[in-house]
């Protein structure tokens, strides 16, 4: 079956410190990654997406992501969070054709002045 | 680009009445569009898969007499909730896919916000 799983649902970091998101998929065929920011109240915006080719993608905002086929895994990272990072982050899955998407619970981050 | 638009924005309305919330692509074609229902501080969940032309995919557990989806044009898709109850405040996001090279790409709405009193 197709899942999403993130295991942090909060993750608290200071400004300045490095931040990464776990996720891991499951996915019957081969996976289209993305990565999506959600702030408060908002609709989904796609930081970065990974399809094929190199498994370090990079994406807006200073991050980037890397995709372990072994490990079925597909973690976000940011070398330095700014306070603006606050939000929350979702992991999402889809097929070619995108026509089934499938996304994580989500990990919210706090930013520490 | 790839711009979604939804409409309203959010709405109010009084239990057991219906709203109809609107998805358009705005500046390409959506052969299917697809329906999210996020509840607070959760995910997003798939309620539907809208086929121009065709009746709607509905995602197991959802009603499709009470969630009725619309795909009228390549770039519009609607859906209606039914008899609204407080049950089915949330938020709605559609998504439309976007035929590219190789692939597609989904590309989301901003979401509409939806309280039934």
């Known amino acids: 079956a197709q899942s999403v799983t993130q295991p942090d649902i909060h993750i608290t970091v200071s400004e300045g410190a490095s931040l990464e998101l776990r996720c891991n998929y499951s996915?019957?065929?081969?996976?289209?990654l993305f990565w999506y920011v959600q702030s408060p109240g908002q609709g989904l915006q796609l930081l970065l997406k990974?399809?094929?080719?190199?498994?370090l993608v990079q994406g807006i905002k200073g991050f980037e992501a890397e995709f372990k086929r072994s490990q079925s895994s597909f973690n976000l990272r940011k070398p330095s969070v700014h306070w603006s990072d606050a939000a929350e982050y979702f992991c999402?899955?889809?097929?070619?054709?995108?026509?089934?998407?499938?996304f994580g619970s989500g990990t919210k981050l706090n930013v520490k002045p | 680009g790839a711009v979604v638009s939804q409409h309203p924005s959010w709405v109010i309305c009084k239990s057991g009445t219906s709203v109809k919330i609107e998805c358009r692509s705005l500046?390409?074609?959506?052969?299917?569009m697809f329906w999210y229902r996020q509840f607070p501080k959760q995910s997003l969940m798939l309620m539907a898969t809208?086929?121009?032309?065709?009746?709607?995919?509905?995602e197991q557990g959802v009603e499709k007499d009470k969630f009725l989806i619309n795909h009228a044009s390549l770039t519009l898709s609607t859906l209606t909730v039914t008899s609204a109850h407080p049950e089915d405040s949330s938020f709605y996001i559609c998504?439309?896919?976007?035929?590219?090279?190789?692939?597609?790409?989904?590309?989301f709405g901003p979401g509409t916000r939806l309280t039934v009193l």
């Open positions: 998504s439309a896919n976007k035929k590219g090279k190789g692939h597609n790409e989904q590309f």
């Open positions: 996915y019957g065929a081969t996976p289209y």
């Open positions: 990974y399809f094929s080719g190199d498994t």
């Open positions: 999402a899955v889809g097929g070619y054709n995108f026509n089934k998407f499938y």
């Open positions: 500046d390409f074609q959506a052969t299917t």
């Open positions: 809208s086929n121009e032309g065709s009746k709607a995919t509905y």
